[in-house]
């Protein structure tokens, strides 16, 4: 038998939107047609995309992080040919192939404290899998979370996901409570209630690139550890590099507890999970062989998965990506704060390494406040996915808005991008500033067209 794929592609191209539209969830064509994002890609390489009339497009969302090391990166791909063409015995599940292994200590590695390693299929089974272990380590049933927290979509993810939008509807949920990201004193309030297992949190926050204080990690576990509770650090986005540092937690000389980690470690290819954590953690939750399958997942530790793991971690290494995403991420901060400097209309810039966040407030100049407060009147971030819907049509970048409901863009490109791509940003992002400050331009009938959208639905 006979299966061609390049055939089955090249007889399809263009009916992604309608097959999309009628098979799976028909809001994504409809969003995408809305904001003019509906391009037909037909190849990526490193930090960009083409599409199918030539068109190149720079990539600063990589898959919401996933491209750590750029698109299609050949020793990444040559890896898994290689881990194909092995024909190895996958998922025996009665067996301890030697991949697993050999991922876990390279990972373990990057995170002197933590000893043993949990492999599963994406970053909100990480989560879930912290929560579970947190849950029976300590013998408690509560955890406590972030506002704005954003770490996944399963139902125990949700359970400590900041953001009402994502929860509603979907309860009862895990008795779970939010305190504000970088508040010790609530903290200690829930801990002296005595039913907390944990504290769960991203050291840079996906939504709004918000980072608690410098010092709140260090001074929350040893919060937590005196009432006898856990830090999980969620580096699920966060991490393998892109702070800056290879976890972002080690801004701060903190241990946490258990570390999850996801996107990047795939390598661009293949999903995986993970979740690091303290030995005594792992001694308990899997005390005596019968306990050997309380927490499992049928694809765990896959070799494909770990073959993308190992084959990404080498990468990262070789090519420096962790030092170049703090070298990158300040000289693009850099180039950023002085327009910011320039046009008030952009309040903030903050983030680390090539995490960024680019936040918007009221701009000065009358004409562009009456745009600017329609827009807010209208639906609010709607200005920010103005802005991103201008850098994508003029200037062909893909950013995202970092959340609904949010002034803010979310800058995460792939870790090696270099001055090429700052410099391209940097001047096309001043450009939509130049236009949006002064209220006029192609970016306001994108504006008016989206507040059509926005009173329409
Ligand atoms: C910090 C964080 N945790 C968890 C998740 C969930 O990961 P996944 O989408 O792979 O389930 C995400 C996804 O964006 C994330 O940013």
């Known amino acids: 038998m006979d299966f061609d794929l390049p055939g089955l592609l090249a ?42 009339d030539g068109g190149q497009y720079a990539d600063f969302l990589a898959g919401f992080g996933v491209f750590a090391a750029g698109r299609n990166h050949p020793v990444i791909r040559q890896a898994l040919h290689d881990a194909l063409d092995a024909q190895l015995a996958d998922w025996t599940q009665f067996d301890c192939g030697p991949l697993p292994g050999l991922l876990a200590e390279k990972l373990l590695a990057k995170a002197p404290g933590l000893e043993r390693v949990f492999f599963c299929n994406s970053g909100t089974e990480a989560v879930e899998s912290a929560l579970k272990f947190a849950r029976y380590a ?5 955890v406590v979370y972030c506002d704005h927290a954003f770490h996944g979509l399963t139902t125990g993810s949700l359970s400590v996901n900041g953001s009402a939008d994502f929860r509603r509807g979907f309860d009862p949920l ?23 297992a944990a ?7 996906g939504k709004g690139v918000h980072m608690p204080p410098d010092g709140f990690l260090t001074a929350a576990a040893s919060l937590l550890h005196k ?29 946490p507890d258990i570390v999850t980690v996801a996107k990047a470690l795939s390598g661009g290819y293949v999903p995986v999970g993970a979740m690091l954590a ?18 499992s997942t049928t694809f765990k530790g896959g070799v494909l998965a770990m073959t993308a793991g190992l084959a990404a971690l080498a990468v990262l290494d070789e090519e420096g990506l962790t030092e170049n995403a703090a070298r990158t991420g300040e000289a693009l ?3 950023l704060e002085s327009l910011a400097q320039r046009y008030d209309v952009l309040a903030d810039v903050r983030g680390r390494g090539l995490m960024i966040g680019l936040e918007f407030g009221r701009p000065s100049s009358l004409r562009a406040r009456a745009r600017w407060s329609a827009l807010r009147t209208a639906r609010e971030g709607l200005f920010a996915q103005m802005i991103v819907v201008a850098l994508f049509q003029r200037h062909r970048i893909l950013t995202q808005v970092s959340g609904d409901h949010m002034e803010v863009i979310k800058l995460i490109p792939p870790l090696m991008i270099g001055e090429e791509e700052v410099k391209l940003f940097t001047e096309a992002f001043g450009e939509v500033l130049e236009d949006a400050s002064k209220g006029g331009g192609l970016i306001w009938e994108f504006g008016r067209t989206l507040v059509k959208q926005a009173v329409r639905s």
């Open 199 to 205: 504290l769960i949190i991203e050291p840079i926050q």
């Open 278 to 295: 303290k030995g005594w953690i792992f001694d308990k939750v899997y005390s005596s062989m019968d306990r050997l399958m309380v927490h």
């Open 333 to 335: 901060r850099t180039g």
């Open 138 to 142: 300590t013998g408690r049933g509560r």
């Open 227 to 255: 009432h006898g509770a856990l830090l999980i650090c969620d580096e699920v986005q966060c991490g393998f590099g892109r702070s800056g540092k290879f976890f972002a937690y080690q801004h701060e000389q903190v241990v």
């Open 174 to 196: 895990l008795p779970d409570t939010a305190i504000p990201l970088g508040d010790l004193d609530a903290l200690e309030a829930e801990l002296r209630r005595g039913d907390v």
């Open 11 to 52: 007889a399809h191209r263009g009916d992604g939107y309608d097959l999309y539209g009628r098979y799976l969830n028909p809001q994504q064509p409809r969003v995408l047609h809305a904001i003019g994002f509906d391009k037909v890609y037909q190849r990526a390489e490193g930090a960009y995309l083409y599409d199918s």
